[in-house]
């Protein structure tokens, strides 16, 4: 697989607690130049990014980010503001104490709340596979997949670890047929990166691949 083809599956992420507007300057330079999906950035710099680079980078951002269980309608605002802002997709985290508590038409009952905000945006959905059961990750898929959201997404990056093989495996055989994967975080080498899209993964959240491909002596890019 070309490197070319690889990024085109790539949200280009940057979403670190002290980013400088340099620094996300150079996320969307990147994004543009490599053709990544697009990129993936704190929500405080939406409106900055959109007035800047218009339409010619596709714009995504967290909600509910990283630990997932701040309230329904916090998380509501924030969708809404992201969206009016510019955002074309939205990766929401999952209220993860609900999935450990079993409560689990709670989250899709959230989910299906987001999903219509969103409208016609797409949601991608995490869930922090680190902290999960695999008969959680599985009641998960289902979930997802009953509230319409476009993907299921392993990780925040924040967690303890980030995506695995075995999840994308155990996700490809529980999501319904419109739900898309993301993988995310725990990606440091061109030979992962191709790993993870072999196993199914639609979406490789990660700010290593830019990085590794130009580190790279030679490619087809």
């Known amino acids: 697989m070309k490197a070319s083809d690889v990024l085109k599956h790539v949200d280009h992420t940057l979403l670190k607690a002290d980013s ?11 994004s543009i130049k490599y053709k990544t999906a697009s990129i993936c950035i704190p929500p405080c710099y939406i409106k900055r ?38 955002a074309n997709e939205i990766d929401m985290v999952i209220n993860i104490t609900d999935a ?8 899709e009952a959230e989910i299906r709340i987001i999903r219509n905000v969103c409208k016609n945006k797409i949601l991608k959905v995490i869930i922090e596979t680190c902290y999960l059961t695999k008969e959680e990750k599985i009641k998960l898929c289902k979930v997802i997949t009953n509230a319409k959201a476009d993907f299921i997404k392993t990780s925040t ?19 319904g047929p419109n739900v898309k994967i993301k ?31 130009e580190g790279m002596k030679s490619n087809s890019y």
């Open 20 to 30: 400088t507007w340099e620094q996300i300057q150079k996320i969307c330079d990147e």
């Open 49 to 86: 990014i959109y007035d800047k680079y218009g339409d010619t980078v596709n714009i995504g951002t967290v909600i509910g980010f990283p630990l997932g269980y701040s309230i329904t309608e916090a998380k509501v605002a924030e969708a809404k503001k992201a969206i009016e802002e510019g």
């Open 100 to 107: 450990r508590n079993g409560d689990f038409g709670k989250i």
């Open 157 to 175: 990056g924040f967690g303890t670890t980030g995506a695995i093989i075995e999840d994308i495996r155990l996700l490809k055989e529980n999501i």
């Open 183 to 213: 993988a995310a975080g725990g990606m440091k080498t061109y030979d992962d990166l191709i790993a993870f899209l072999k196993e199914g993964a639609e979406r490789l959240g990660t700010s290593s691949a830019i990085k590794i491909i």
